[in-house]
């Protein structure tokens, strides 16, 4: 099973780089590393993932370190609207997204 | 629009009257699911389907009923509802789910929030 940690809190100037970590040193092999957000009560929202490659969409960056243990996801020029928490989820028995409390990110003007 | 939909978003009910949350997606997907969340507790499974018929309970489906008679319809039943049900409702669909392919991925519905007195 992979499980996954991440810090509680952050905090980033609007227009910096928002650096994401996550731990998932027990991910197996095949398993992919998903991140979403949710911001205030709305729906969680799919921002990236990634099995071993580094992926980079129009949201985010996603770096995965060599040997899986570890990611970080970046957001390139973070905004106030990007203040949510944000989840990195790795899969459970293959059918079911386990999120945890996630980092809550707070974009600060 | 590809989407998931909730119906009611807000719900305000008593102890044991019966209802039902329904959730829609027209993405052609496989596999939906319902998640509650409540403070502190994060997100928590309820049920999932994996198809049309085939349903199983997630981490807390104490409560809850589910039913997959059609793909693209995935209706949450609480039977007899009690404040302890009270809490944010998510549903999610995703075209697998097999913890290993791109097309895992899971998109959300908007929410209910569900009050029981």
């Known amino acids: 099973d992979a499980k996954t940690t991440q810090p509680t809190s952050m905090d980033c100037a609007e227009g910096r780089a928002a650096n994401l970590p996550c731990n998932h040193s027990?991910?197996?092999?095949?398993?992919?590393v998903y991140w979403y957000r949710q911001i205030h009560s709305q729906g969680p929202q799919y921002i990236i993932h990634?099995?071993?490659n580094n992926e980079t969409n129009e949201m985010a960056s996603l770096i995965i370190t060599e040997d899986r243990k570890s990611s970080t996801l970046i957001l390139p020029h973070a905004t106030l609207r990007d203040t949510a928490v944000y989840y990195c989820?790795?899969?459970?028995?293959?059918?079911?997204?386990?999120f945890g409390p996630g980092t809550r990110l707070s974009v600060l003007p | 629009e590809a989407q998931v939909t909730q119906n009611p978003r807000y719900l305000i009910t008593v102890t044991g009257k019966k209802l039902t949350v329904t959730c829609s997606q027209n993405?052609?997907?496989?596999?939906m699911s319902w998640y509650r969340q409540d403070p502190g507790l994060g997100l928590r499974q309820i049920y999932y389907?994996?198809?049309?018929?085939?349903?199983d309970k997630g981490d807390v489906p104490e409560g809850y009923k589910v039913s997959r008679k059609e793909k693209r319809n995935f209706p949450l039943i609480l039977e007899s509802p009690s404040p302890n049900q009270t809490s944010l409702y998510f549903c999610?669909?995703?075209?697998?789910?097999?913890?290993?392919?791109?097309?895992?991925?899971?998109?959300f519905g908007p929410g209910t929030r569900l009050t029981v007195l």
């Open positions: 999610a669909s995703s075209l697998s789910s097999t913890g290993t392919r791109s097309t895992d991925t899971q998109y």
């Open positions: 027990t991910i197996s092999g095949n398993e992919y």
């Open positions: 990634g099995l071993k």
């Open positions: 989820i790795a899969y459970v028995d293959g059918q079911n997204f386990v």
């Open positions: 993405m052609n997907h496989e596999y």
């Open positions: 389907s994996m198809n049309v018929e085939v349903t």
